[in-house]
């Protein structure tokens, strides 16, 4: 019989997926379901899943002046990061599910804000700063730069996700088949009970299904999902007082075309 240190041992092995001669089956990636009361509808079975992306940064916000006012949404910025080859499937640097669905919050949390911002405090990892100390920069995006992360294959830098000028979302991957996403949101669901508040504690932002503008801007993309979110929700308008502001956030977008 084994003993609970074995045994616990022995479990810990068969999660670590990349243990030589013992690989799982491959398995096909499967879009996150919130356990909740609604889920996000699938992607059309004539979709292939071109990529899991990882992206960080802020989703930024507006208040009027008065304090019960709703914040009203202002678009987000973030980089990029290519998570496709972390999914469990068997190769040496996959994780196991929970791992790679940990994913989110340990970049929040321990990564810096891959973002020039007007006040540099508010980029270090988990930072609680009030959402308007984020100050405005005019060119946010830094130079292209993998994600290191300790007993985990490096993240590789995936590109950049912003609001044009027509409020509209974007998403321009680097690498092969230059993916581009133009969409418009579709649906939206409530997080899961227990996702990650982020340091300021407001919240996941919503998981959603976003689809292309059929505009002719985007690129081998037809849905993105954003789920796994952790962050992100606004500060209520009588903490932020009238204005803009910002809040960190991590999400997986999926991308199908
Ligand atoms: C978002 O907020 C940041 C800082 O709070 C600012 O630098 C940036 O310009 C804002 N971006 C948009 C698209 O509003």
Known sequence: MLSTKSFLLAA????ASAAPGCKPPKATPTLPLTGGASELPAAPSNLVLKKIILGHGIQNYSCAADPT?????KGALAALYDITPLYPNGKPQSLSIDGFNA??????WTQDLPLNLGNPAAAVAGAVLSSTQYGATTSPFKAPKDLTIPNLAPLKYA???????????NFDLTGPGNLKAHVVKKDGVAVPAGADKGPLNTGAVQWLLLGDSDLGISNGVKLVYR??????????????????????????YWFYG
């Open 12 to 15: 810990l092995a068969a999660v």
């Open 69 to 73: 006012a709703t914040p009203v949404a």
């Open 159 to 169: 590109g950049r996700h912003y609001f044009d000028s027509t409020g509209t979302p």
């Open 103 to 108: 994913l989110t919050s340990t970049v929040l």
């Open 227 to 252: 789920v796994v979110t952790a962050g992100g929700v606004a500060e209520s308008c009588s903490t932020t007082g009238e204005g803009l502001s910002s809040v960190p956030y991590t999400a997986q």
